[in-house]
């Protein structure tokens, strides 16, 4: 009963002023934990939205269409850079989180190229709304999905860059 005292005590033997002798975490290390958390969450919603696009690029198969192969062909590569990334994080691994801004980025551009090739993402800049409104909801929804992965696919990379300079340890300048 004795060993139970509460929090706030200050332990016996000192007098408040060993302060300077306590360790300080450098500001570094804080900010790697920062975005290793922010970095986490951005990979969740990553992987959510690759799911999404996976579901829309599956859809033509399940009503008997044609798919993309070109499309379907991207869906492996996007989820294995994603668990490389993943790994990168846990990890703290540089060369992990470099691999997965290079995978990402490629699928992604090519994800995008599939879009465009795809004229639907032309009919919506030149204005003519009223023949997209013609043409089937899941296609629209697929390139909503595909350009909020680009504008995520950015934020990642910003993020993703910034961590791996904060894991890096600190150049020092030698004097020759």
Do not use: W
């Not at 989820?79 to 699928?107: A, C, D, P, V």
């Not at 013609?134 to 696919?153: I, N, Y």
């Not at 993703?160 to 600190?170: E, G, R, T, Y």
Request: charged share 20%.
């Amino acid at each position: 009963m004795d060993r139970r005292r509460p929090a706030a005590v200050r332990p016996s033997g000192t007098d408040g002023s060993d302060f300077s002798y306590r360790m300080i975490v450098d500001s570094r290390y804080t900010r790697v934990a920062n975005g290793k958390s922010l970095l986490a969450r951005l990979l969740l919603i990553q992987t959510c939205a690759v799911t999404a696009a996976a579901l829309f690029m599956l859809s033509p198969i399940l009503k008997g269409d044609a798919a993309s192969v070109n499309e379907l062909s991207l869906v492996p590569i996007c989820f294995l850079s994603l668990l490389i990334g993943e790994s990168g994080r846990r990890q703290s691994r540089t060369g992990f989180l470099k691999l997965y801004m290079i995978l990402s980025s490629i699928s992604m551009l090519l994800l995008v190229a599939c879009t465009i090739k795809k004229d639907l993402i032309q009919q919506l800049f030149q204005g003519q709304i009223g023949s997209v409104s013609d043409r089937p909801k899941e296609q629209l929804m697929h390139a909503v999905v595909v350009f909020s992965g680009v504008f995520l696919q950015i934020f990642i990379l910003g993020t993703s860059a910034s961590l791996i300079q904060n894991m890096s340890p600190p150049k020092t300048k030698r004097s020759s």
